[in-house]
């Protein structure tokens, strides 16, 4: 019931979780928008929807973060509202600092922590005006806890924690929800889309991400975490431990991690 008659807009929804939460939630009685940067993708998840009448797409790409108003009001004057934002989309990256140009934390920046910004800040108004709303942004355990080979990654998911904490305080009198989202590895193309040290795409898949949860799990068990209106969710298999570990010893985790065979 908690979906029934609401607007959902999903970014990132071309492919991997996107993907799989906009075919889980065309099974429910709402609509769905979907955004990503390649429309061919979008029409291609659109029709696999139980329901395509009930779903729109719009592509825009996160990294123009200076054009989320104008995406906003075409976003409202589909469907007349929305209820719930899916900060999904976003990229990752596979490289020691040393060899990381600058311009890839740049990118990772602007992609993974500005542009969902710009577009929750362009959204807020609206969820304010109509006195409700719900933000939910995918961000990473790696937003809680570091690992090598992904410092650009990790200092993006950690300020976007930074943020919506900062959001859900200053608009919960505005009865607006905000749900992070915390997956540990799921089995997705984020690795071989991953930028490298010189802003290359890694194209490969490490064993880890290939062993994570299926996406079409993961997107249940967010939906989940959506409908509780939890504060945080962390979605994964053992690796969800880390959150726990580092609250109680940071040492401990960091002899972990360096002994763990991540790439």
């Not at 390649?38 to 329901?51: G, M, P, T, Y």
């Not at 304010?128 to 080979?149: E, I, N, P």
């Not at 859900?168 to 009865?175: A, G, I, S, Y």
């Not at 298999?237 to 609250?247: H, T, W």
Request: net charge positive.
């Amino acid at each position: 019931m908690y979906f029934d008659n609401k607007v959902i807009w999903i970014t990132g929804a071309s492919s991997g979780i996107g993907k799989a939460l906009a075919i889980a939630f065309s099974k429910y009685n709402c609509k769905v928008i979907l955004s990503a940067r390649r429309e061919a993708k979008l029409e291609e998840v659109k029709q696999l929807c139980s329901n395509p009448e009930a779903v729109a797409i719009i592509p825009f790409d996160l990294a123009h973060y200076n054009i989320m108003q104008s995406v906003v009001e075409k976003a409202i004057s589909v469907f007349g509202t929305i209820d719930i934002l899916i900060n999904n989309g976003g990229i990752s990256q596979r490289s020691l600092i040393i060899d990381t140009s600058i311009e890839v934390d740049k990118k990772l920046m602007e992609v993974d922590y500005l542009g969902t910004v710009a577009l929750s800040k362009a959204v807020l108004p609206h969820f304010v005006a109509q006195k409700s709303g719900h933000f939910v942004t995918v961000t990473s355990l790696m937003g809680k806890f570091s690992s090598q080979y992904r410092s650009a990654y990790c200092g993006a998911k950690h300020a976007l924690n930074g943020f919506f904490d900062a959001l859900r305080l200053e608009h919960q009198k505005d009865n607006i929800n905000v749900t992070m989202i915390c997956p540990g590895f799921v089995n997705t193309n984020v690795a071989r889309n991953a930028l490298t040290g010189n802003g290359t795409a890694l194209n490969t898949q490490d064993e880890a991400t290939n062993n994570g949860l299926d996406a079409d799990v993961f997107a249940q068990r967010m939906i989940k975490a959506i409908r509780k209106e939890k504060f945080e969710a962390y979605i994964g298999k053992f690796e969800k431990i880390g959150v726990l570990v580092k609250r109680i010893s940071p040492k401990l985790l960091h002899r972990i991690t360096l002994k763990s065979k991540v790439r």
